[in-house]
């Protein structure tokens, strides 16, 4: 009776073992990565905002995917903005995105 008393106590081991390393795996492909600075003045850009077509879209820095379409329609704004969100309006972070869309939603 004692070698399968070893073998349960083998088999607990290796269940603990794979759940460990299913955990640790999934963890390692969920983590949120750190976002990859291009830029050497430290500037922390998070978003930027673009036109695409004739709507003011939102990116997050590093994804081509945008994470915002707008519905703001770029002709309504003065020359000069839709000149800056042809080139991209970098935005550091959620506040200066809030108060580039109360902008322009005005």
């Known amino acids: 009776m004692q070698p399968h008393n070893r073998s349960l106590g083998f088999n607990i ?3 603990s073992l ?3 390393a299913v955990t640790f795996l999934l963890l390692a492909l969920l983590w949120p990565k750190a976002p990859a600075s291009s830029n050497v003045s430290g500037d922390l850009t998070q978003y930027v905002a673009k ?3 004739y709507q003011v879209v939102i990116y997050q820095t590093g ?3 945008p994470v915002l379409m707008t519905g703001v329609d770029i002709r309504t704004l003065p020359q000069a903005d839709q000149e800056a969100l042809a080139e991209g309006i970098p935005l550091q972070d959620a506040t200066a995105l809030a108060h580039l869309l109360e902008d322009y939603d005005a």
């Open 51 to 53: 036109s695409v077509g």
């Open 18 to 20: 794979t759940f460990l």
């Open 13 to 15: 081991l290796v269940l």
């Open 63 to 65: 994804r081509s995917d």
